[in-house]
């Protein structure tokens, strides 16, 4: 089992920055790779962005790309979300999900463990 608990929501101002921060613990060894979800109300949950545990390949949901970029700290067991620009339509739930398997998926239901989510607010 695999546990992901986030932080660093919050409320930001229309062109403002937040960074997401996800720890994961548990069966580590497991993972292949992390991403970022989003939901916003009465939408479905979608793709933000993904992060290859080992080599560290990125991958980017085109209306992130160029504003939001993925990291990770393996030393810490640590995936980031650094959002930049941020802008009226970011507002959501934003969930951390970990894989097990070797294709990174943009579905949700390709993810394997989820944590419970952090509110961001892009508001004025």
């Known amino acids: 089992q695999v546990q992901l608990v986030e932080s660093g929501g919050g409320l930001v101002q229309p062109g403002g920055s937040l960074r997401l921060s996800c720890a994961a613990s548990?069966?580590?060894?497991?993972?292949?790779?992390m991403g970022w979800f989003r939901q916003a109300p009465g939408k479905e949950r979608e793709f933000v962005a993904a992060i290859r545990w080992s080599v560290g390949s990125t991958y980017y949901a085109d209306s992130v790309k160029g504003r939001f970029t993925i990291s990770r700290d393996n030393a810490k067991n640590t995936v980031y979300l650094q959002m930049n620009s941020l802008k009226p339509e970011d507002t959501a739930v934003y969930y951390c999900a970990a894989l097990r398997g070797i294709v990174i998926h943009t579905s949700p239901r390709g993810y394997d463990y989820w944590g419970q989510g952090t509110q961001v607010t892009v508001s004025s």
């Open positions: 548990g069966s580590i060894a497991s993972i292949s790779a």
